[in-house]
């Protein structure tokens, strides 16, 4: 029941504008929710971009229930995530508004966005009864407040519109359907990372010392930034140049969020690699970016020091630390690209080889469990389908299967999983599982594996698309049980899709040795070569075997879709298309 | 008159990898010469300081016969006793004409140099742009017909038989 008072002194307190309310939990919470530092600087002092991209969320609200008697109900949000076992974890509460149906808030929740992962959110809506007036809003207990409503969506589903707002009807606990109107609720999503600003730099040594007794010194450069603490955090290295006293290394990029503003101070340490990782230490000098951009325009060089072992001194060197290159650009994020109308289109094809076994066989990787337990190939499908279908309009696939004989007796390496002789696309992931199903009824399990059609046609498809607009990038998941026959074929295949809007996931079901496929996946530097010499411009192909186990919350075949950004962005990047105009932020859908 | 016959190429001569001369790696003045046929190269400046993994990120305007099926890369060495070529690669016009992608693509491509014993030794990287006449894109877009389908129109229609005539329209775009 409600109170018959709101609480007014409450309602009068100061939100946000003044000091910053820390959203507590938020920042302490370890897997999806917190900012973690530690885990962010372990990752940039290796050169790799942190994995979480940070955003917040806006809440509003309209059209709430009147639960108080004689005024209105004193609303706030509670935003949970919904953890693979259904439980619900916190991860941020609104403030309390005062005598409103149609509350804004002004705090707002932030979540971390893993492009990997579907990350479920639930709302919970609470007209606050007890006295909210100088209380930590963290500490009301739900439990004692009215229930309002609940909303559920999934963060990909706000952050891919156009407008990254989203409006949900409120429902009843568990999403049953109210008979009342309970109202709707709007959420908005922003990066928090305001700033997108980045600086490009080359720069170069002269006159390092030697530390190596049989050839010259082998230097790399280690960039930290100052903390307040007095100590200093790296935030990027260079490679190792083999051999030379006067190194170029390639250009560096560091983004604003890595140093801070151009005037903090940077220390530049100079080592000699050293394979045993002991490097030494050649020379290091502080600079700060403002001070690396005048070293460039002067086109002068700053001399390194060596912390002399008498004390307080330092030993001036010969070496010399030279900037060539200095630009400041504008480096736009993953998120800037979906919600300027980008698009991730999803393309399946499914091995139909006979290796698989007799789909009527229990055993077979292709056995449809009448229980709903679902095979290899189902879950590699919904997996990666479920992430990636709120990045595609349409929710059109593309779904082939390959190595199978058809109605009509010939066996082709790339026919429609529906079954037409036309259309190839399918309406959704159920659509993809549906074609699947039925296709296992109508095609029969033949052979070789090849990959080489499947993959013309996909790049066929995303090359012709570029004609008509630029913002589509397609992503071709192979799944397979055997490894496949025509080698090179499918490394011409690959050569010549490698300059299109295409990545290429493949997973590998079932028990055969992969070995030989992971040379198609040149995580180890290799460049794929094609039998008429041309070499991949990029690395398109991501390969993993399914039975590969991985702890925690991202499965193996998620564990593909990490670096799906990344190569997004590096085609984006490369020929310097640019996210549309960002629309200007809007609470309302 | 003359560009009936001939395509135009933007080549940018982006960076070397790995170049050996002898097994060794060389230490400098490396070039490249795109060569399209025995009256058509431009070569680029050298890489005073790049060693085995030049980085010369110069762009080459080089016109080619509408007959070419191949234009030839080379990477040199300037050394004391002249220019010495470090490898060579052979790249298929089709590899950046024709396909799926409209014409003025920007191919970003990699090839394997090979010596002149035919061993590989390293890799170049170049992107290639057709560049497209001003009034053969006019005449694509006025027709609204998607780029890479090929229809013949204008100059891209040599030995085809077909007579069509270039849009008056976009020749003299002033008057109309």
Known sequence: ?????????????????????????????????????????????????????????????????????????????????????????????????????NPA???????????????????????????FHNVPVKTLKLNDQEFLGEATCVLSEI????????????????GHTSLRNLGALTIHAEETVSSRSCVEMVVHCSHLDNK??????????????????????????????????????????????????????????????????????????????ADLEKLHIERSGANLTLPSPHHGHEKVLKGQLFVDQFCEKQQYSFLDYISSGFELNFMVAVDFTASNGNPRNPDSLHYIDPSGKLNSYQRAIMEVGEVIQFYDSSRRFPAWGFGGRTIDGTTSHCFNLNGSTGAFEVEGVEGIMAAYARALHNVALAGPTLFGPVINTAAQIAGQSISFNRNKYFVLLIITDGVITDLQETKDALVRASDLPLSILIVGVGGADFREMEVLDADNGRRLESSTGRVATRDIV????????????????????????????TYMRSRDIKPGPLHAASTSA | MASTFLRTLEITVISGEDL???????????????????????????????????????????????????????????????????????????DFVGGYVPESYLHFLSYRLRDHKGERNGIVNISVRVKVPEYASCSRTELGIPL???????????????VTGVPVLCNYPGKY
């Open chain 2, 20 to 94: 050996r001369n002898d097994r060794r790696p060389i230490k400098k003045n490396a070039f490249a010469v795109v060569r399209t046929d025995s009256y058509n190269s431009r070569r680029t400046d050298m890489d005073t300081d790049g060693g085995s993994y030049p980085k010369w990120n110069q762009k080459l305007v080089v016109d080619m016969s509408m007959h070419a099926q191949f234009i030839t890369l080379e990477v040199q060495c300037k050394t004391s006793l002249g220019d010495k070529t470090v490898g060579t690669a052979r790249i298929p016009v089709s």
């Open chain 1, 159 to 174: 952050v891919a519109k156009q407008t990254r707002s989203l409006t949900l009807n409120l429902n009843n606990k568990n």
């Open chain 1, 212 to 289: 190596d007794l049989f050839s010259k010194s082998d230097p790399f450069l280690r960039i930290s930034r100052i903390v307040e603490s007095g100590g200093s955090v790296p935030i990027c290295k260079t490679e190792v140049v083999k051999d030379n006293l006067n190194p170029i290394w390639k250009p560096l990029c560091l983004s604003i969020q890595q140093f801070g503003s151009k005037d903090n101070p940077l220390i530049i340490e100079c080592f000699n690699f050293n394979s045993s990782g002991n490097h030494v230490l050649i020379g290091k000098l502080q600079k700060s970016v």
């Open chain 1, 105 to 131: 808030w002004i705090e707002k929740v932030i979540v971390a966005f893993q492009f990997e992962i579907v990350q479920p959110l639930v709302f919970h809506v609470y007209d606050v009864d007890s006295k």
């Open chain 1, 1 to 101: 029941m409600g109170n018959c008072f709101s609480d007014l002194e409450g309602g009068k307190q100061a939100v946000g504008g003044t000091q910053q309310r820390p959203n507590n939990i938020a920042a302490t919470n370890n897997n999806n929710g917190g900012h973690n530092d530690a885990v962010e600087f372990f990752f940039r002092s290796r050169g790799i971009q942190p994995l979480f991209t940070q955003i917040e969320l806006s809440l509003s609200a309209s059209n709430l229930l009147d639960r108080d008697i004689t005024s209105k109900s004193d609303p706030m949000a509670v935003v949970y995530a919904k953890k693979r076992n259904g439980k619900l974890e916190e991860l941020g509460r609104t403030e309390v508004v005062l005598n409103s149906l």
């Open chain 2, 148 to 162: 890479g389908m090929g229809v013949a129109l204008g100059q891209r229609n040599f030995g085809g038989g077909i």
């Open chain 1, 542 to 569: 991501q390969f993993v075997p399914m039975r590969e186990v991985h702890s925690g919350q991202i499965s193996v075949v998620q564990a593909l879709l990490e670096e799906l950004p990344g190569q997004f962005l």
